[in-house]
């Protein structure tokens, strides 16, 4: 930074000059001191404590021992990662074909409009509401479950739940799909026409054209959003709490419940939790910003 | 994969209306059965009469409006100065505005706690840490919504211009470059007040009254007013959505709040 002005070289008569410091950096001091308070210095507190003697205050990586020594906890972390690679491989490959079917489907122009604007709608419903929209669809009485037994069938009889994993999952899709459309949308848009058109005159049939042209400029776009839609549904707490009580063994769950008392007994063991979850969501950051430059070369 | 090809994308189309609509007619229908027999709105006269009802609601819209406006005061000069003048500090605030996609809220709302619930910081009860808080929160919307209007505006010359005529930083933050990004800033704005009208998290342990907690305990008790709920609270996203979309066409961030 190049806030002082050094004093002239080879100038022996001149006086001296006071340094002159800029002092623009201030003005975004006020919101370096707001993230300090209220994001940084949390956040910080909340890793510090995670290698910390919970008596002692040492350091120590005794609490992540103890985190890897407990099969609960260690299951926790299983079931928020199954979830989330299930909701993300099927809301990414579900949200892929419903925006390349609105784009480039041959569809009318304004299914494509109004695709944009549910999914901007859906993503943000989330949380106690949709829990409940689910409930009031699926549950033992809920809209459709009477409807499938007026037909005859009761899917509670054919091992449906809607408290347990694939139910929680079914759930998720409904937020994670429609930010798969809204991610991809533009990498979709930037697919060129002209190379299908060449593809097409070169004789390629429609499979040649995804396995060699499309599916490799897509898929960085693809996979990175992928990981984009891990990093929601690792992260979501308030959807699966309200639609089972708490019941499923997630990550976050194991949080909140730490949250409102110590019930791990092991302060330190709740800090340790929370950190190995902030370092899933930090590698998968990374990986959706790397995949990310890699599809800008095509894509622009 | 002409004529094959239609077929498939409607195919695809009608599956994810279907996945839209469903819970919500299911929803909706649920909502009007709280008289036995009949269809009636009953469920939603009920909720309105219950007075935790309009508290909650009422909390939380006065938590989005004063998320909005310390958003505003926090991030437009930072975004406006770091455009003009201070360059070299951009990677430092993008990255700072993107944490809260790192940290999830549970383990964000769990730092707070645990830190502003003992000396010398001993603040955990007071309203000023959740909005602070919803603020965080809606940092990656808002400050990229802002980011993206002076974008599209000449930062440089408005400001030369309106010192060249004698206004202050004030003045021309205010009067000149603020009504330049207005649809940039609502647009962030709705965001911010869509997220924080559906967020649990935060309210929840922080013990403050909102709609998403008294929704939470409302699932407990009774089976027809909380769907009643759950119809007004999509109604408020989908109003706040709409107008987004209204004023921002083309504007490009509204992704995700907190699940």
């Known amino acids: ?135 009031a669809l699926l549950s033992p009485s809920g809209v459709l479950t009477g409807w ?23 759930v998720y899709m409904y937020f994670q799909f429609p930010l798969m459309v809204l991610v991809i949308a533009p ?63 997630l990550v976050t769950i194991r949080i909140g419940a730490q949250l409102r008392g110590d019930v791990l007994g092991d302060a330190g063991l709740g800090y340790a939790l929370a950190f190995g979850m902030v370092f899933v969501m930090a590698a998968a950051i990374i990986g959706y910003t790397s995949l990310q430059r890699q599809s800008e070369r095509w894509l622009r | 994969m002409k004529r094959g090809g239609k077929v498939w994308s409607w195919f695809w189309m009608i599956l994810g209306i279907l996945y839209f609509f469903l819970p919500l007619v299911a929803t909706f229908l649920f909502s009007l059965r709280a008289k036995k027999g009949i269809l009636s709105f009953l469920a939603y006269s009920e909720l309105f009469k219950d007075s935790s009802f309009i508290k909650g609601f009422s909390y939380s819209i006065l938590w989005g409006f004063l998320t909005i406006i310390v958003g505003i005061l926090i991030f437009v000069p930072t975004a406006y100065w770091v455009r003009l003048r201070v360059p070299q500090f951009r990677t430092a605030v993008e990255f700072i505005t993107l944490l809260p996609f790192v940290i999830p809220a549970i383990v964000f709302v769990f730092g707070l706690v645990r830190t502003f619930s003992q000396p010398p910081f001993l603040i955990v009860d007071s309203p000023l840490l959740l909005v602070a808080g919803y603020t965080v929160l809606s940092m990656p919307y808002m400050y990229r919504s802002i980011d993206t209007g002076l974008r599209s505006i000449d930062v440089q010359t408005l400001t030369e211009a309106g010192q060249s005529l004698g206004a202050g930083w004030g003045t021309i933050l205010f009067r000149i470059i603020l009504p330049n990004i207005r649809v940039a800033i609502l647009s ?16 929840q342990y922080l013990a403050k009254p909102a709609f998403a907690p008294y929704l939470a305990y409302l699932i407990q008790q009774k089976a027809y007013e909380p769907a009643a709920a759950t119809i007004i609270s999509f109604a408020l996203t989908w109003a706040c959505m709409g107008i987004i979309n209204l004023f921002g066409r083309g504007q490009e961030g509204q992704i995700a709040g907190g699940h």
């Open chain 1, 148 to 170: 499938l037994m007026a037909l005859g069938y009761n899917p509670y009889f054919h091992g449906f739940q809607l408290y347990t994993f694939w139910g929680l999952s079914m």
């Open chain 1, 187 to 249: 990498a979709i848009d930037g697919l060129r026409r002209e190379w299908l058109e060449a593809a097409e005159n070169l004789g390629a049939s429609t499979f040649q054209y995804w396995r060699y042209v499309a599916l490799p400029i897509l898929l960085p776009s693809i996979l990175g959003t992928m990981i984009l839609l891990f990093g929601n549904s690792f992260g979501a707490f308030a959807t699966a709490q309200a639609l089972t009580g708490g019941s499923i063994n």
């Open chain 1, 1 to 135: 930074m190049n806030t002082i002005n050094s004093v002239k070289r080879g100038a022996p008569k001149a006086r001296p000059v006071l340094p002159k410091i800029s002092w623009a950096w201030l003005g975004v001091m006020p919101f370096f001191l707001f993230a300090l308070i209220f994001l940084l210095y949390p956040s910080s507190n909340l890793a510090l404590r995670s290698f910390q003697d919970t008596n002692t205050h040492a350091f120590t990586l005794g609490n992540f021992v103890h985190l890897l020594q407990n099969p609960g906890l260690i299951n926790a972390y299983w079931t928020s990662i199954k979830i989330s690679l299930v909701t993300s491989v099927g809301g990414g490959i579900f949200g892929f074909f419903l925006a390349y079917s609105a784009i480039r489907g041959g569809l009318p122009r304004f299914m494509r409009t109004s695709l944009m604007t549910f999914c901007g709608v859906a993503s943000n419903f989330a949380g106690i509401p949709l829990a409940f929209a689910f409930i």
């Open chain 2, 188 to 203: 962030g704005a709705f965001l911010s007040f869509a997220i924080v009208i559906g967020e649990y998290i935060l309210a």
